[in-house]
């Protein structure tokens, strides 16, 4: 199995981040008030060594966990509880949580009654994610906020543009990154560009003819494309299809020449609402009005891709976000990275970009 990396960086009160690397399961980032310690609080309510960071394996992705290591306890929470301040999670001594980027540790959790002045310190971890925007450097674009969803190839954050003038935007990243000029894994950053390009060359482009602005309403815009794969292969996206999805295109011999982007990602609007999937298992229940009014829009966005020749492959609730409830509600098809034409030889085309 490949070996797991993950970079981040540990930030506390107005000092500058720490920028740390884990590479493998065994390796450890210390936090406390011992000399040796990666992030080094030098105050007396901190334990010496108070709780480590590591690395935990989930199929082929890396986890970041902490361990309490201190008799008075470590507080998590995540960005979303953070961001409506809710309360801390008390992580007792040999307690492991995972994090995330954005999750906040609260150094230590308990301090001793009458101790006065709180001197209890709460550290930021940030994820190392594209283009990210450093407040200290005043460098880069996507300010990135909370993990909105995950799959198995990508997790897409809310993020906030602070170069441009896109606002809050939804930013999709490839768990493939640092792959070399040629891997069979690049045949997955080619699935993100292709999803991108289904959306902003056919789907939401008001220059095709098939285009129609209530069906492209039906689903999620997307708006920039970062995986690298522009600069590669033929200029018409039908040309690029069949040129990467030929049965005799072998990814791992392909150097590409200049290499694909380090980080891959693909930037969407930002949808409101919920899943699907959720609003029909939660509360309150969907009434028939609504069942109704789903089951019209989901047909109506399946009517508007045959327009175009092609087939999503993962129509599902897991897939469709319901943006408001009632009579008249609105709802958009958010992933297109399965989508492919409905020509009569993709159904025999054995090429792994096809077969995903």
Known sequence: AQQ???SFTLVWGSNPPVELTLKGTRNRVTVGRGPECDLRVPSSSVSFVHCELF??????DALLCVRDLS???????HAKAAASNQPWHELQQNEVEVLQHR???LVPLRQRKGSGEDKRVPVIVHFVLPDAYCPWKKEGRWLYLEKLGEGGLAVVYRARDMLGGLGEVAVKVSKFYNLPEASTQ????????????WSMERLHNSADGRHCSEGAALFVRYLEDHTGFASHGPKEFDEVRWCFEDPSFAW?????????????YIVMELVPGRLLQQAVEGNPALDEAEKQAIVRRCCEALVYMERFGVIHRDFRGCNIFLM?????CHLKVIDLGFMITAE???GSNPHPAVRC
Do not use: I
């Not at 791992?252 to 891959?264: E, I, T």
């Not at 408001?324 to 008249?328: F, N, V």
């Open 4 to 6: 797991l990396e993950l």
């Open 55 to 60: 690395l935990r394996r989930k199929s082929r």
């Open 71 to 77: 008799k008075n306890h470590t507080g998590v929470r």
């Open 103 to 105: 999750s906040e540790l």
């Open 186 to 197: 690049n045949r997955h950053v080619y699935a993100m560009h292709r999803e991108a390009r």
């Open 252 to 264: 791992g011999a392909h150097k590409f020449s200049p290499p694909l982007a380090k980080q891959p």
């Open 324 to 328: 408001d409830r009632g009579q008249d």
């Open 344 to 346: 009569s030889r993709q």
